[in-house]
């Protein structure tokens, strides 16, 4: 599951390179293991991903008991391990939020030389992040953000805003293409009390507005494949034609297509939210509603700790004129479809 931002994008080359690849979002169902690793760096111009100062990075985030989250933890673990000079300190992941704070409060008393978090509530964790700032630790506040900046040397996460902004620019023109008026639009909400999910909401409704359109039913379905499922059945129920469907949550969204095959139901497109490997096969095959899905990936991991590693080590990213790491870096949502499926199934992740 996802707090106050999500979803997109990868930094390649050590973040000695400061290019950006898209990709992958949050829940709260068990999933197989991703299978994708974390890319291998290449070589950043100036020498960034050359040995340096041991650093020793500690790393929170919630269990590992979704599709996103599962390949968050792998992403992190697999980039740290191919450096040399980094010593990787997990501790063990929850969903519980004291229990979190108390696995970042023994991190700080290790003394580590940088931390990865990333809090199952922002706001909730706060005080646990700007107690390791002020203990001279910097904290890299990985996806769901602390709402002091004080609490975090840099933060890097998806665009939830963009991600609705990406649904809804697609399913627009679609819908235009086919000179369809006052089309019914359904959207299957995340966790609908949660900023990052409002976020994408917005986002959505915007950049449909430029369209003419508006959201006709609005339905949250809690990250998970059982209420994804019901959500969508009630949806379609209550709807005997739709035109189009933007689910945010590709975990999620397991359930939610179950539900659509099992009422017969092809009249509509659909958009998922995340980019997982799944949902990249389905648009690829091209034989169901889903056509399209926006990215918030997982691969953001892997980079929060490239960004940890040379913050530690007190060194920038070499392609930038500064010498220090940014204090936030918003991951690019990209949409996914059968026509560039292939260059982001690499990225994908397992829900």
């Not at 602390?146 to 679609?174: C, E, Q, T």
């Not at 959201?215 to 994804?228: I, L, N």
Request: aromatic share 6%.
């Amino acid at each position: 599951m996802s707090d106050n931002v999500a979803r997109r994008g990868f930094l390649i080359g050590g973040l000695g390179g400061a290019a950006l690849l898209a990709a992958g979002c949050t829940s709260n169902e068990p999933s197989a293991s991703p299978t994708s690793a974390a890319p291998a760096p290449t070589q950043a111009a100036g020498g960034n991903d050359e040995p340096g100062t041991k650093v020793t990075i500690g790393f929170s985030a919630p269990a590992a008991d979704h599709g996103w989250i599962a390949a968050i933890a792998k992403n992190a673990e697999a980039t740290a391990k191919q450096y040399t000079d980094v010593e990787f300190r997990p501790v063990e992941p929850t969903n519980d939020i004291n229990q979190q704070i108390s696995a970042v409060e023994s991190l700080i008393a290790a003394k580590v030389s940088a931390l990865v978090i990333l809090p199952n509530d922002g706001q909730q964790l706060n005080q646990i992040a700007l107690r390791a700032t002020d203990a001279g630790i910097p904290v890299v506040n990985l996806d769901r953000i602390f709402p002091d900046k004080l609490a975090y040397r840099s933060w890097i996460g998806g665009d939830n805003y963009g991600m609705g902004v990406a649904a809804g620019h697609y399913i627009g023109s679609a819908l235009k293409e086919k000179n369809v008026s006052n089309p019914v639009i359904v959207e299957i909400q995340g966790i609908a009390t949660l900023p990052l999910t409002q976020d994408r909401s917005k986002g959505f409704a915007d950049a449909l507005k430029t369209y003419g359109f508006s959201v006709t039913a609005q339905q949250d379905a809690q990250f998970t494949v059982e209420t994804g499922n019901e959500v969508a059945t009630s949806l379609l129920q209550a709807h005997s034609k739709i035109d189009a469907m933007w689910n945010h949550d590709d975990d999620q969204g397991v359930g939610v297509l179950a539900a659509i095959s099992e009422a017969g139901r092809n009249e509509f497109i659909m958009v998922g939210g995340a980019g997982s490997a799944n949902a990249m096969r389905e648009i690829q095959n091209d034989n169901s509603v889903l056509k399209a899905t926006v990215t918030y990936s997982p691969t953001m991991a892997s980079s929060a700790i490239k960004l940890a590693r040379l913050i530690a080590q007190g060194k920038g990213m070499s392609d930038l004129v500064e010498n220090q790491v940014p204090q936030s870096i918003t991951l690019a949502s990209e949409t996914i479809t059968k026509e560039n499926v292939e260059k982001y199934l690499p990225l994908g992740f397992e829900s």
